[in-house]
């Protein structure tokens, strides 16, 4: 208490900035099938071993990887009517990855100021991923895991349960596999290597069993189908959301210059680097690791003691704490993007039809409609593959016919800006709904 000044509020900066994220409406459509997954599993009492979502899979081989995630929204969802808990659960997982990351920075850079302004980089990166999806635990527990190997000397054993859990989170988990492995060749630490191999034992114990390994085995055989999607694709660094990460480059280079990085800390810190431009979904795990490195290039910013008693710094602070997340007092809590889902009018329109749409409604058809509606496709690229993920952009395009024949449709929901939309009118599709956001039609 003591030592508690003003100041020490400056990372409370990257909390509202995380609290505007967090109070968004709700975008993503991958999270809205990872609910109804939970219910799924909660009333079987086993996790999901194939596809019951699509007829166009159905009862294919394919693991839900998040399995404990979807759970939990399950329990979640159940307990109230609304969404808001969606944006709330956000907001915590991103406070909380926020705290994992200053903690890290903080022991290598031990000023607040530093820190706060380096946490605000953060969440520039963090920022296009805080959805509510299960990814958003994984750079949770990754974040964790960093401050544990940290302090491998106290609590290096805490990285078995960490992972055990991660490895029922996201298949992710492989990449804290990964950063224990090369944890281990730069210290040379035997303790490191019996704590990694003990942890990699122990994801074997988790509801899928091997099924957790072939989970992470199936996801590079499927590198054609997600490379079709945005968030896969190699990141531009050139725009404004991407772009923080050549700062953070830019700072390892001169804390390498400056001898701060050590040779063998290259043996963690390039892997990473390059990991982080291999895709748009790689840059956030990869700055979460190397953060801690980059902030050495900055030297503490010490800021002279104030005159305001400690105890008027905690009531100052505390404040501010409740001002961070004022926020998520917005209206669009608990409420979906209209322009990325489907009202109920326009669902009405293709009740009880088999209907064309996108990977994205297909999630979120998935969490309205099933199982009353089985899917012809959704975001799960892995499942689906390369050559349906194909077929959806070649129908996109306004090259349909042969989709709409292979599949049957007889309605299709459109978008307004979509090549589709103008193929459908022009070849005397009639038109039976259009609110601005979405439009149906019919032969």
């Known amino acids: 208490m003591s030592r508690l000044r003003i100041v020490h509020a400056l990372p409370l900066v990257p909390v509202f900035l ?72 956000v907001l915590v997982v991103g406070v909380l990855t926020i705290m994992f990351i200053g903690t890290a920075l903080y022991r290598s850079v031990p000023s607040p100021v530093v820190v706060g302004f380096t946490l605000i980089v953060a969440v520039w990166l963090l920022g296009p991923f805080l959805q509510p999806r299960p990814v958003i635990f994984s750079f949770l527990a990754l974040a964790a895991l960093v401050v544990v190997l940290q302090n491998r000397d106290r609590v290096l054993w805490l990285v078995v349960p960490l992972i055990w859990v991660w490895a029922g989170i996201h298949g992710s988990w492989i990449i804290g596999g990964l950063l224990l492995a090369l944890e281990w060749l730069r210290t040379g630490d035997r303790q490191v290597f019996k704590v990694g191999l003990v942890s990699l034992v122990a994801t074997l114990a988790t509801a899928h069993g091997l099924g957790t390994w072939l989970v992470v085995y199936e996801f590079f055989g499927s590198q054609d189908a997600l490379a079709l999607m945005q968030e896969w694709q190699v990141p531009n660094f050139g725009e404004f959301a991407q772009m923080p990460y050549l700062i953070l480059i830019a700072g390892i280079i001169v804390a390498g210059i400056g001898g701060k990085i050590r040779v063998r800390d290259l043996v963690v810190v390039l892997p990473f680097m390059f990991f982080g431009m291999t895709s748009q979904r790689a840059v956030v795990p990869a700055a979460i690791v190397l953060l801690p490195w980059a902030v050495m290039a900055i030297p503490a910013v010490r800021v002279p003691k104030s005159a305001v008693r400690p105890i008027v710094a905690s009531g100052i602070i505390v404040v501010l704490a409740l001002l961070a997340i004022m926020p998520m007092v917005s209206d669009s809590v608990g409420t979906l993007d209209a322009e990325l889902f489907p009202s109920a009018g326009a669902r009405s329109q293709i009740h009880g039809l088999n209907a064309f749409y996108d990977d994205g409604v297909g999630g979120f058809l998935i969490f309205s409609e099933w199982p009353e509606r089985l899917v012809w496709i959704d975001d799960r690229a892995e499942l689906h593959g390369v050559e349906r ?39 005397g599709w009639e038109m039976t709904y259009d609110d601005g956001d979405f439009l149906v039609f019919v032969p």
């Not at 990872?34 to 294919?60: E, K, P, W, Y």
């Not at 394919?62 to 659960?89: C, D, H, K």
């Not at 307004?416 to 022009?426: Q, S």
């Open 18 to 89: 995380v609290g505007l994220l967090a109070s968004a409406e709700i975008r993503d459509n991958s999270f809205l099938w990872h609910v109804r997954a939970g219910d799924v599993q909660s009333a079987a009492g086993s996790v999901i071993n194939h596809d019951v979502f699509s007829f166009t899979s159905l009862g294919m081989v394919w693991r839900t990887q998040s399995w404990l995630v979807e759970l939990l929204y399950n329990g979640i969802n159940g307990a109230g009517s609304s969404l808001a808990w969606v944006n709330w659960m």
């Open 389 to 427: 993920m194909k077929e959806l952009g070649e129908a996109l395009n306004g090259n349909y016919e042969a989709v709409f024949t292979r599949y049957g449709f007889e309605a299709a929901l459109t978008k307004p800006d979509w090549p589709l939309t103008d193929r459908l009118a022009a070849d």
